[in-house]
């Protein structure tokens, strides 16, 4: 099963210690390898949506998340394979990805969206975790006519809080708009950790 890797190796340690008696068994062998096997690949989990129909919509100042009633594919991946456990939920309702119930696991998420704002009015766009934004806010400007500008954004988090819900945060930092989106992605995959 997953488990933080310090407790991995300190099971290393102790059902593994120097075999001059002959203690260590194949099935602290199994399990043993198969923590480790466990606690090192990664699961992930994702969703995708395109633009039938393109999403309006209204922004202020504040950081709204991005929820798409047109999720068009969404999956956990790794929910069977190696016994790990289920450690990622989708949240179709509002086009997130929530971690696991247990805290002090590390996470990357990335996504990506195509957003098209009124000219010259600037988006920001981040990935947030339980509704705060992350450090890295890209800007996307809006420009005459329909132009959709694509933008990629990535967030890496240590220790998180459990059941932390991911999503991607827009906000429109110079007041009151419209944005347009398009097609958008957010997946997010658990880190090999340290005990937190």
Excluded: C, H
Excluded at 14 to 42: C, F, H, P, W
């Amino acid at each position: 099963m997953r488990k933080f890797l310090d407790t991995v190796r300190s099971e290393m340690a102790t059902k593994l210690a120097d075999n001059t008696l002959g203690e260590i068994s194949a099935l602290d062998m199994r399990e043993v390898l198969t923590d480790i096997i466990d606690s090192t690949i990664s699961d992930e989990a994702g969703y995708a949506s395109s633009t039938s129909p393109v999403l309006s919509m209204a922004l202020t100042t504040a950081w709204t998340p991005l929820t798409d009633a047109n999720v068009t594919g969404g999956a956990v991946f790794d929910t069977t394979v190696g016994g790990d456990g289920d450690f990622l939920r989708m949240l179709p309702s509002v086009s997130g990805i929530q971690s696991s119930a247990i805290a002090g696991w590390s996470y990357n998420a990335k996504g990506a969206i195509d957003i098209d704002a009124p000219t010259n009015v600037p988006i920001e766009v981040a990935i947030g975790a339980d509704g705060v934004p992350g450090t890295l806010v890209q800007t996307v400007i809006g420009t005459a006519g329909v132009n959709f500008w694509g933008t990629y954004l990535e967030r890496y988090l240590l220790s998180t809080p459990a059941d932390t819900i991911f999503q991607i945060l827009l906000r429109s930092p110079t007041g009151p708009t419209t944005a347009s989106i398009s097609n958008r992605t957010l997946g997010l995959i658990i880190l090999p950790t340290n005990n937190p």
